[in-house]
T-cell receptor, first 111, second 113 residues
Framework: TQLLEQSPQFLSIQEGENLTVYCNSS?????LQWYRQEPGEGPVLLVT?????EVKKLKRLTFQFGDARKDSSLHITAAQPGDTGLYLC???????????FGPGTSLSVIP | NAGVTQTPKFQVLKTGQSMTLQCAQD?????MSWYRQDPGMGLRLIHY???????DQGEVPNGYNVSRSTTEDFPLRLLSAAPSQTSVYFC????????????FGPGTRLTVT
């Protein structure tokens, strides 16, 4: 059983569309992270959220941490082919605890 | 800085063989981890270390050993390879806690026949 669930598992959209991917758990996390991974490479950190209800924006990407600190979402506005990749959420129960990853959402943006 | 380096990049083993996957970082990070990535499973934590001389088990430690004799190196040993260990292995390091940014190596793709 995965501690972190992500949905959808796969997403294929046209360039210019908006999308949201979700990361959910029944457990409370002190922080959640979002990573992006391209084929043949290791994941790269996009953002860390630590406060319930927190919203962070990174250009066209908007990240939200749920009020109860059990879930998070990533919204991409006007998706571009360069956004294609595997989006992974990861969480830690405490600041210095090990990090557990979700299974990922594979995004394909078609030109 | 080279960041996190892993060797080899590709490896094919026969069932029962042993080998060591190497991981090194030059960022003076205390925290290091080993993950395996399988399709649809994300990254699963194998073993981790919070500093030289200290290691602990993650989610899927069976069949793997680690040691941390220096801050820079964190090798992963497969004791007796099995086909179920066919996977892509990533090493990662972070400065002062896993919830801080983890820097990942390029991965080792291992096939066990």
């Amino acid at each position: 059983t995965q501690l972190l669930e992500q949905s959808p598992q796969f997403l294929s959209i046209q360039e210019g569309e908006n999308l949201t991917v979700y990361c959910n758990s029944s457990s409370v996390f002190s922080s959640l992270q979002w990573y992006r991974q391209e084929p043949g490479e290791g994941p790269v950190l996009l953002v860390t959220v630590v406060t319930g209800g927190e919203v962070k924006k990174l250009k066209r990407l908007t990240f939200q941490f749920g009020d109860a600190r059990k879930d998070s979402s990533l919204h991409i506005t006007a998706a571009q082919p360069g956004d294609t990749g595997l989006y992974l959420c990861a969480g830690a129960k405490t600041s210095y605890d090990k990090v557990i990853f979700g299974p990922g959402t594979s995004l394909s943006v078609i030109p | 800085n080279a960041g996190v380096t892993q060797t080899p990049k590709f490896q094919v083993l026969k069932t029962g063989q042993s080998m060591t996957l190497q991981c090194a970082q030059d960022m003076n990070h205390e925290y290091m981890s080993w993950y395996r990535q399988d399709p649809g499973m994300g990254l699963r934590l194998i073993h981790y270390s919070v500093g030289a001389g200290i290691t602990d088990q993650g989610e899927v430690p069976n069949g793997y050993n680690v040691s941390r004799s220096t801050t820079e190196d964190f090798p992963l040993r497969l004791l007796s390879a099995a086909p179920s260990q066919t996977s892509v292995y990533f090493c990662a390091s972070s400065y002062s806690g896993f919830s801080y940014e983890q820097y990942f190596g390029p991965g080792t793709r291992l096939t066990v026949t």
